[in-house]
């Protein structure tokens, strides 16, 4: 939220409100009408101090002044004063909630430069759900508000995951609780750059003797009392360095820093390994732009393993030790890396740069930003432009008076590691943890594992798969491949491949714990399968003509035509749910009536099921929109505890409904099953 951009935009905002406010104003008193064109001269002259003695001045003389609330407001917020701002705004709008669809989202800002970060997140999701709504609901200011709302639905993903980083930062320093790993795993020596597992049953880290002793990859398991004793990774380790290890989320290839060995073409390059289990085989240096003669190091991978994020003191940079990313080719090499710019980097040092599974948020250390130590943790996230936006410090109890570094976010999101030198540990460098009652914000997003085999005697098939979308995938000689999916969304697949049926399918992804993959099972049928083949006929000699080769197309006996399938047609079927006030747990008479609906829909081939949950309009947005979310789930529960197929499902809490209904009939949840019959 960078406030030239947003005083342009209030200004812009007001030229065009204030066209329409002398519409509402020609029947009003005329000393009333005379001070509100006097606060309208100063608003635009930027005279703002002025203009509010003159708004108030209008409402002196004419009370409950609908655009004279809007203009006090307009006006706090040009002068930096949200908490008046947000007085104004919100009486305006419990005044006539329909007065300005926009001054919602102006209402949401104003409480996040107030630090009210819940209520900023609900107001900007009330101005996201209003614009379901047609803009001439919203009167005289719905037409005209439309270009600066243009600006503001662009800017809104931004603004919600800045509620949420600021509101995780909040919630850190209030629940986390950071804890030493134990003897187990540290020791006098150094211990850092952690690195999960996706079941978090194995931790693998950077371990040395001392500051002069060599790096290697340890690894521990986890047991019912803790983890278990960390051992150095068999058949890896090297008498050079081996540094901060990662992998990408299918666990199938590794990122890692060497130093000191040959191929090396600085002091550290990035090298990268195939991952088998507990195998890791052809071990090489990346191919592409990214290693030099300087130093390279500290990789972390994205979700999908398509981009590196690295520090280097490569030139071109802000100063000391930088961040720097790099995009991968069809070909397997990488690109020139781009530095991340001065909003992330600084005359300082950055370093260890860790990504969340939606690539959205970037978390790293620096000892170049205001901090509490000597290198603390830092998140940034990515804006609609593309940039980075100016880093937030995690705070106390992650940050401490030392150093912190080398953060990791479990897949799940709901656990913390780092490395840190504070006091009451084992060694110079230990590694700790927390744990948190909420993850930390990350768009939903689900590891899904698709594998090509052939329908009959399944084996594997490596195909080209090409995805609605998308670049095409070629999987691996196994047949596999791996994509981050956003959850909820669609993926249309085609498959065209020698020998084959072509093929086509549809599969909705659901939101995933990511402990394990979401598995995605696609088979081929042969066109030789007719004639009781699997793949294709055998060579028959007694079949080759002048010692030709057979070809299948000329010498083939003609195939048997195909029977006919019965076309599917679509259907949907629905069921509301409902629920006691302020209530989400589903009542004894609504399950009797949801197993009735499920078993009319028994022997039903099912595609999709849809779970929308709603709420009345008592209360809070945000809790209503909590509590319709809540309710879904707990259908969405309830039909899988019934063996209801639900792999394929939507959830979604649609939050208040204000119409003309008896509230009773707002406190539900519609479910819609989606058949081929």
């Not at 107030?114 to 037409?143: C, H, M, P, R």
């Not at 960390?230 to 990408?248: L, Q, S, Y």
Request: with cysteine; charged share 25%.
């Amino acid at each position: 939220m960078r406030k030239h951009t947003q005083v342009w935009t209030v200004l812009l905002l007001f030229a065009t409100f204030a066209a329409t406010a002398q519409i509402r104003l020609d029947q009003a008193q005329v000393p009333a009408v005379k001070a509100f064109q006097k606060a309208e001269t100063f608003m635009l002259e930027k005279t703002y101090e002025k203009a509010i003695r003159w708004y108030q001045r209008s409402l002196d003389l004419q009370p409950g002044l609908s655009a004279a609330h809007r203009g006090l407001g307009a006006a706090y917020q040009l002068l930096g004063d949200y908490e008046q701002a947000a007085f104004h705004y919100e009486y305006l709008l419990a005044k006539d909630p329909y007065f300005s669809r926009i001054l919602y989202y102006e209402l949401a800002q104003t409480h996040y430069r107030s630090a009210n970060f819940n209520k900023a997140l609900g107001y900007f999701t009330v101005f996201q759900n209003l614009q379901q709504n047609d803009f001439i609901e919203f009167g005289a200011n719905g037409e005209v508000e439309l270009e600066v709302e243009a600006k503001y639905i662009a800017q809104l993903p931004f603004d919600v995951r800045a509620c949420r980083v600021m509101l995780d930062s909040t919630r850190l320093a209030s629940t986390a609780r950071v804890y030493n790993l134990g003897a187990q795993i540290n020791t006098a020596g150094d211990e850092y750059f952690p690195f999960l597992s996706n079941n978090q049953q194995l931790l693998f880290y950077t371990h040395r003797d001392d500051a002069r002793s060599n790096e290697n990859l340890f690894i521990s398991a986890a047991r019912v009392d803790g983890w278990s004793k960390g051992e150095p990774f068999r058949n890896f380790n090297t008498p050079a360095d081996e540094g901060r290890f990662t992998m990408v989320r299918n666990g199938r290839k590794m990122f890692f820093t060497a130093c000191n060995r040959r191929d090396v073409l600085g002091y550290c390059d990035i090298w990268e390994a195939d991952v088998d289990g507990m195998i890791i085989g052809s071990i090489r240096p990346v191919i592409g732009d990214i290693n030099t003669e300087d130093w390279e190091s500290q990789v972390s991978v994205s979700c999908d393993g398509r981009t590196l994020y690295f520090a280097s003191n490569r030139p071109g940079g802000q100063g000391g030790t930088d961040l720097w990313y790099s995009t991968i080719n069809t070909d397997g090499t990488w690109n020139t890396p781009v530095n991340l710019g001065p909003e992330v980097n600084t005359p300082g040092n950055e370093e260890s740069p860790f990504l969340t599974n939606d690539g959205k948020s970037l978390y790293f250390s620096s000892d170049g930003h205001l901090g509490y130590g000597e290198h603390d943790i830092f998140t940034s996230w990515l804006q609609p432009d593309g940039r980075w936006s100016k880093p937030i410090n995690l705070g106390l109890p992650v940050n401490s008076g030392h150093s912190e570094f080398g953060f990791f976010l479990t897949a799940d999101g709901k656990k913390g590691y780092l490395s840190s030198d504070r006091p009451g540990g084992y060694g110079a460098l230990d590694l700790y943890a927390f744990e948190m009652e909420q993850p930390l914000y990350s768009e939903a997003v689900t590891f899904v594992e698709g594998i090509v085999r052939d329908s009959l005697i399944d084996i594997a098939l490596p195909s080209r798969v090409q995805i609605e979308g998308r670049d095409p995938i070629l999987t691996d000689p196994y047949g596999r491949f791996f994509l981050c999916v956003p959850a909820g969304d669609t993926l249309r697949i085609t498959i065209d491949k020698d020998a084959y049926r072509p093929y086509q399918q549809e599969f909705v992804i659901p939101e995933w714990d990511n402990k394990t993959l979401y598995p995605l099972d696609i088979t081929l049928n042969s066109i030789y399968a007719r004639l009781g083949y699997a793949t294709a006929p055998p060579r028959d000699d007694k079949r080759l003509k002048n010692d030709r080769p057979v070809n299948l197309e000329r010498d083939s006996l003609p195939l048997p035509p195909e029977p006919a399938e019965p076309v599917l047609q679509p259907r949907t079927y629905s069921h509301t749910v409902f629920f006691n006030f302020d209530n989400d747990q589903i009542e004894v008479n609504q399950q009797s009536l949801i197993q009735q609906f499920l078993e009319s829909l028994r022997d039903k081939q099912i595609t999709r099921v849809e779970i929308i949950g709603f709420a009345d309009d008592i209360g809070e947005d945000i809790y209503n929109l909590k509590l319709s979310e809540e309710r879904a789930r707990n259908i969405a529960r309830f039909l899988k505890a019934r063996d209801t197929k639900v792999d394929q499902v939507y959830i979604e809490g649609k939050g208040e409904i204000k119409n003309d209904r008896p509230k009773e009939a707002n406190r539900r949840v519609e479910i819609k099953i989606f058949t081929l019959e």
